[in-house]
């Protein structure tokens, strides 16, 4: 099964489509609410986590193999290829991160933790230690990632019961290469001479 989850006032930058959810994968809470779609296309109501409001279309349903040879080689099929594609997708991050001229500034991490938790349980940016959602938090030549675009991310991804205060730093590490893959493809003509215009 696959869904489509839209948290209300969050921005969502994956287009709101989620991995195959299976049990266990998510909180209880959510899942709930997913399994009980009992068609393709069939849309939830909006309903409450502690991370926050949804909505989950149901896209595809997909059976259970019953057979279990079958079964066991499916999911070692499914491992290999997610395995190569993650591979294949932190080699790309690398190579963009030394592309990319990406400037980290000082900023307390434990602040900027508790502005994260404030915003995520109570939807409201409270300033910690100088840390509001203006704060620059890292930059590149043609743009500044601030608090703000941090924490709007943040509450996007931290929807699949995860333990926010241990999932921050690693989850930060993951929105540094998110923004330094999209501003290297905003910016290709600067890293790429094939994608420069030429002088009119």
């Known amino acids: ?5 839209v948290m209300i006032n969050s921005l969502n930058l994956t287009g709101g489509v989620l991995p195959d959810i299976t049990v266990g994968r998510y909180n209880t809470a959510f899942e709930d609410k997913v399994f009980a779609l009992k068609s393709d296309g069939e849309l939830s109501r909006p309903f409450e986590t502690s991370y926050g409001i949804h909505i989950v279309k149901r896209l595809q349903h997909i059976p259970v193999e019953k057979d279990k040879n079958t079964a066991a080689v499916a999911m070692k099929q499914a491992v290999t290829e997610d395995s190569r594609a993650q591979l294949a997708k932190k080699s790309f991050e690398q ?10 500034l000082p900023v307390d991490e434990k602040a900027l933790w508790q ?3 404030s915003f995520i349980k109570k939807n409201t940016v409270v300033s910690v230690k100088g840390i509001t959602e203006k704060t620059i938090l ?5 743009s500044n990632i601030t608090a703000g675009n941090w924490l709007q ?4 991804f931290l929807t699949t019961g995860e333990t926010p205060g241990l999932a921050y730093p690693k989850l930060m590490q993951q929105y540094i ?4 893959v999209e501003y290297y493809r905003s910016h290709l003509e600067d890293y790429n001479a094939e994608f420069k215009k030429p002088a009119e």
Do not use: C, E, H, I
């Open 177 to 180: 290469s998110y923004t330094a």
């Open 153 to 156: 991310y943040a509450r996007t």
């Open 95 to 104: 190579s963009v991160l030394k592309k990319v001229t990406m400037k980290k």
């Open 138 to 142: 890292y930059s590149f030549p043609k």
């Open 115 to 117: 502005v994260t938790d």
């Open 1 to 5: 099964m696959q869904g489509n989850s």
